[in-house]
């Protein structure tokens, strides 16, 4: 029976689009349970958003945290967190041990993918039927080879989109006419194309310049940083951002490791859960003066650490939301940054809006002007959209786009689209941990391990995580971030495939270690 049922495995064409972290995890346990899958990747190598980063991007999560189960890191790496250089390296050991990469097509642009099915919009269950293979339908994915300028067209049983959030089309605040980036007489570039530089060229486009970095997230902190070591005062970076967030010198508060205060089980108890009951209900009510407490610690360590009242720079939201929005970033040698803060190298301006003009930007506000010679916005990406634009159907495109925040099962499959999942497009404090189990979750899905509920369950399942999120999360709820949330995210996953949830031996285990990826094999 089980030769039988791998036969039929073998048959199912499953078409990945994106060859990033999350892609590789999909390919490597779709072949782990006997599915066909074409990796279907734009650029020339392996890596998604790390393939192309700033010269001095390192992790921000500790290595621990952020690996492969069944494949840790070498011993080589002794650094907590690795260079984009060394986690390059980590993934495409992982790609060749797996023997991954002959089912990869680079050099591979989706142009768009079509269902040829039935329509969804009275179905009951997911598929019509609820199963992940139903008798009709099938996925028609047009595909261009930008090395030979051919297009072909692949007919696949089921599709997971892999595209990634932080990548490809650039976010650019919109401006009013005329007080754009086309007002500015010098370059104004996104974070992507300096990152796309190469080493080198970019350090000689911003020698000797005056720049303005726009956002300051941990994409513009290191542009920031970079400009900095190589211009000093002389030519100032200028950092115009609106709003202030956490920044941590390191993965700890007062000694504590940060994964016993917010990734352990005991932690989890003290919040508000999607779908927790009255009793779970109960407990987080009565622990969250101690979930506050917690907060309160880890902000007193950070203002004592780093001088953020001195530079007006202590955020107005707390940490613990923060941690559950995903916008915390890592500040590894803070000396260095406020030392560049102090002698002028690195200049700060928070603003809520800004203007173009030929010579730089203009603040409102107050009625300044910061003159440049190049501007860098480090504003993120529209991932949504360039999700959104893979859909040939206008239809699928509006469920993608129909609220704020995408509605996925269990962050993976929209109750609407068949025979489709994405994976990696929703945020945690290990993106790596979470894509695994969700690669895991989705092919235990197609080999028939469980089944999903009714649509309307499952509707009802993420109206109930939506509102979870904007409690939780506020404005940054469309980020679908489970951070802080982990664990009892993957508990749903692991009683969906049938595992025990309680990965760890004992009861005082259970409740206060860190969990982390290993816990998962």
């Excluded at 009951?124 to 930008?146: A, H, M, Q, R, Y």
């Excluded at 970079?226 to 941590?248: A, F, Q």
């Excluded at 260095?336 to 730089?360: M, N, R």
């Excluded at 760890?504 to 206060?512: H, Y």
Aim: negative net charge.
């Amino acid at each position: 029976m089980g030769i039988a049922l791998s036969e039929i495995m073998e048959k199912k064409q499953v078409a990945v689009v994106g060859a990033g972290i999350s892609g590789l995890l999909a390919c490597k346990y779709c072949l782990s349970k006997g599915f066909n899958p074409i990796v279907f990747e734009l650029e020339s190598d392996i890596g998604g958003v790390w393939n192309k980063t700033i010269k001095t991007t390192r992790l921000q999560t500790p290595k621990l945290v952020f690996q492969f189960s069944d494949f840790p890191w070498p011993l080589s790496v002794t650094d907590d967190f690795p260079t984009q250089q060394e986690l390059l390296d980590y993934i495409r050991s992982y790609a060749t041990n797996f023997d991954l990469i002959p089912h990869i097509k680079f050099n591979s642009r989706v142009k768009g993918i079509r269902y040829d099915g039935p329509s969804s919009e009275t179905w009951s269950l997911w598929n019509g039927t609820g199963e992940p293979f139903p008798p009709e339908g099938k996925w028609i994915v047009t595909e261009d080879d930008t090395q030979t300028a051919t297009t072909q067209v692949y007919t696949v049983d089921f599709v997971i989109l892999c595209l990634g959030r932080f990548k490809d089309v650039p976010n650019i605040p919109d401006f009013p006419a005329g007080k754009g980036p086309e007002a500015f007489q010098g370059p104004a570039i996104h974070s992507m194309d300096y990152a796309a530089m190469d080493n080198d060229t970019a350090e000689e486009f911003v020698k000797e310049k005056r720049v303005v970095v726009v956002g300051f997230g941990k994409t513009g902190l290191d542009i920031a940083r970079e400009c900095s070591s190589i211009n000093g005062p002389e030519h100032p970076c200028t950092i115009v951002y609106r709003r202030d967030h956490w920044k941590l010198p390191e993965w700890s508060a007062w000694g504590i490791p940060l994964p016993l205060l917010y990734l352990n089980r005991f932690s989890q108890l003290m919040v508000h859960k999607p779908g927790e009951g009255f009793l779970l209900s109960m407990v987080a009510t009565l622990l969250s003066p101690l979930g506050w407490g917690i907060s309160k610690l880890v902000e007193s360590y950070l203002k004592k650490k780093t001088p953020l009242a001195k530079f007006d720079m202590v955020p107005q939201q707390s940490f613990s939301k923060e941690a559950r929005s995903c916008v915390i970033c890592h500040m590894p040698n803070p000396e260095e940054f406020f030392d560049a803060v102090e002698k002028g190298s690195i200049k700060l301006k928070k603003t809520p809006s800004f203007s173009f003009y030929e010579k730089g930007i203009s603040i409102e506000e107050d009625n300044t002007r910061i003159e440049a010679d190049i501007i860098i916005f480090a504003t993120g990406f529209k991932g949504v959209e360039k999700l959104k634009d893979i859909f040939e159907s206008s239809t699928y495109r509006d469920l993608i786009t129909g609220s704020p925040r995408i509605p996925l099962y269990r962050e993976c499959i929209h109750p609407r689209i068949p025979q489709l999942a994405i994976i990696g497009f929703s945020e945690s404090f290990s993106n790596i941990h979470t894509s695994e189990m969700r690669s895991k979750w989705v092919v235990a899905l197609l080999e028939g391990a469980f089944k999903l509920p009714s649509v309307d369950e499952m509707q009802k399942d993420i109206g109930r995580w939506d509102e979870y999120m904007k409690q939780t999360a506020g404005e940054y709820h469309n980020r679908s971030s489970i951070g802080a949330l982990e664990i009892w995210y993957n508990d749903q996953l692991c009683k969906d495939m049938g595992m025990n949830p309680m990965r760890k031996n004992g009861l005082l285990a259970n409740l206060f270690e860190p969990f982390g990826p290993m816990d998962y094999v």
